[in-house]
């Protein structure tokens, strides 16, 4: 009998190595896994079309891939010096006989976000599931530290980025879509080193629940993944964090690891099927590794 996935993901510690922002994942020791090889699928997304924001690397990436085993065609964002990740899960979803569509492009610049979307229903032909899980972070010390520039930044890309993604996707969601976005513990908690990006995951879970009450009558599902310390790009590229934190990173959950991304995609599958969620909307699942949250 095989050893069960929770005893065989890798565990700290990890090399001591900091990234260059953004961070590509191909940089990146151990490699984060994606490929999610026990994963079993059942055509819950035959047919339809996804569009994933950040979704050349880390949480997005095995987030696109599984879309793409479920049936969907997927578009995938990513910044122009991500262009070597983005090829790698564009060859995995090809992998997977589904299409990918690649939009290079900078989430924090609003005609860029109506840009994907139009780009994603003109070339794929339609939209269903919206996935906004692109995310910027730096660690600081104090709120001192935290200059006007970095904190729009911050909120620019976490949470303005959601809130255009969202109005560009309506005119081309029906009944029966469903918006993901990619909320953070960091929400719940408020960890001192992180005041901008935990006030974006705080503003993202309360978003969340506002668009799931708005668009209940339309039929569009709005739902939130809150998940826990997960090993991809972003914290090794978080300019604020020494190698020595990164390398014990997710030490200190229960399950004394970090997340893998494919430990994760699952559950953004589950909340975008129709068949498994379909009475789920403005729910925030947390995904925390043996974490709380609130209520």
């Keep these: 009998m095989a050893t069960p996935q929770i005893d065989s993901e890798p565990k700290p510690p990890f090399p001591p190595r900091k990234l260059e922002k953004p961070g590509l994942e191909a940089d990146l020791e151990p490699r984060p896994r994606y490929q999610a090889r026990r994963y079993r699928p059942a055509a819950k997304l035959e047919g339809q079309v996804a569009l994933v924001t950040g979704g050349d690397s880390g949480i997005g990436r095995a987030v696109a891939v599984l879309f793409a085993r479920e049936g969907a065609d997927v578009a995938i964002t990513a910044l122009p010096s991500e262009r070597p990740d983005a090829d790698e899960t564009r060859r995995a979803i090809e992998a997977e006989g589904r299409r990918c569509l690649t939009l290079e492009g900078d989430l924090t610049r609003p005609g860029f976000c109506l840009d994907a979307v139009e780009r994603t229903v003109a070339e794929l032909g339609r939209l269903d599931v919206l996935v906004s899980n692109a995310a910027y972070q730096n660690r600081k010390e104090s709120i001192e530290d935290v200059t006007d520039e970095e904190w729009a930044r911050t909120f620019e890309t976490n949470v303005y980025a959601y809130f255009r993604l969202v109005k560009a996707a309506l005119p081309h969601l029906g ?3 469903s918006v993901i976005v990619t909320g953070s513990e960091t929400g719940f908690q408020g960890p001192d080193l992180l005041p901008d990006y935990a006030a974006t995951k705080g503003a993202i ?17 709005v739902n939130c993944v809150a998940p826990g310390p997960v090993w ?5 590229a978080d300019a604020g964090a020494e190698p020595d934190k990164i390398a014990h990173f997710g030490e200190k959950t229960p399950l004394g690891r970090p997340a893998q991304p494919e430990e994760l995609a699952p559950a953004y599958v589950f909340l975008a099927s129709d ?5 789920i909307t403005g729910e ?7 974490g709380t949250a609130p209520g």
Excluded: E
Aim: cysteine-free; charged content about 15%; proline content about 8%.
């Design 232 to 236: 991809t790009p972003l914290n090794p």
């Design 175 to 177: 009944s029966g879509a």
């Design 284 to 290: 925030v699942l947390a995904v925390m590794g043996g």
């Design 205 to 221: 879970h309360t978003l969340t629940k506002v668009l799931a009450k708005q668009l209940a009558p339309r039929g569009i599902r």
């Design 275 to 279: 068949a498994d969620s379909s009475y």
